[in-house]
């Protein structure tokens, strides 16, 4: 049997991120190989992955962040199955690691996020690894990138739901904030009616059409009836026309209107565990 020392179970640990027990083991079994301990790890990982690839993971970090003056912004969502391992410092430090990696190579895909190198491994070895350890179902289940004149970014409190906001001007940076909670708040559909997809207008106005014939309405008037509860669904549901929840009375809008003339809103994601 290898002679394994401490300094070498820390070193494991310092290139894999796995519990000390875990890396003795390894090391153990490896019979002092690193190389081998490392692929016991993730082996380990994969295992208790594909054991588990049919639980739900609905815990988890959602985190953000803006880059190069604030005109590009970065999100990624890391889930696991329970907060107990979701409020984890480990967890958390691994989701901040993904997204500083993002936001330094700005894949154009959750796959090729997985992809990228961090001392040597890819992240998606990496997210393998930690299930491994907590014996947990993980996987990176949401990953965005937005580009704008300017760009805010929100993290709602317990790391649950985050947006990005993109402006079209560059302004004091509280306005995109103040919108970025918004979106969080209110979650929109689209920007704006026009940002809103004929599938789901159709969709609207049918559905306008069968709650007015169920109010007995006249044949006649369904179809007047339907834009009119469209224009209210627009209202309620696309950005700039929604109320400025921190006025009131106010759209957004009109409310970025107030701030400067001609901002407005280019684009937002938003991602929550829920979703």
Do not use: W
Request: glycine letters at 6%.
């Amino acid at each position: 049997m290898a002679n394994i020392s401490a300094a070498d179970v820390a070193k494991l640990r310092k290139m894999t991120g796995a519990g000390m027990m875990d890396c003795k083991k390894a090391l153990v079994e490896a019979e002092g190989n690193f190389e081998r301990a490392k692929e016991l790890i993730r082996e380990k990982g994969l295992a208790i992955a594909n054991k588990r690839a049919d639980r739900e993971a609905s815990e988890g970090a959602v985190i953000a962040k803006t880059i190069n003056n604030n005109t590009i912004g970065v999100m990624i969502a890391l889930n696991c199955e329970t907060d107990f391992v979701a409020k984890n410092d480990d967890f958390v430090a691994l989701a901040n690691t993904i997204l500083e990696a993002a936001a330094d190579k700005l894949p154009t895909s959750i796959e090729e996020l997985k992809a990228l190198e961090i001392n040597g491994q890819t992240i998606g070895d990496l997210v393998i690894e930690r299930s491994g350890l907590t014996g947990e179902k993980m996987e990176i289940a949401n990953y965005e990138k937005l580009e704008a004149a300017q760009v805010a970014a929100y993290i709602h409190m317990g790391n649950k739901l985050a947006t990005l906001v993109g402006l079209n001007k560059v302004v004091d940076p509280q306005i995109g904030m103040n919108i970025a909670m918004q979106v969080a708040a209110m979650n929109p559909a689209a920007v704006d009616k026009d940002f809103v997809s004929q599938e789901v207008i159709d969709k609207e106005l049918e559905i306008g059409r069968e709650q007015a014939r169920l109010e007995g309405k006249a044949e006649e008037l369904l179809d007047k009836i339907a834009q009119g509860k469209l224009q209210k669904f627009f209202k309620e549901n696309t950005l700039l026309n929604q109320e400025f929840v921190q006025e009131g009375k106010i759209s957004v809008r009109d409310y970025l209107k107030k701030q400067e003339t001609g901002l407005t809103v280019v684009d937002f994601k938003r991602y929550g565990l829920s979703n």
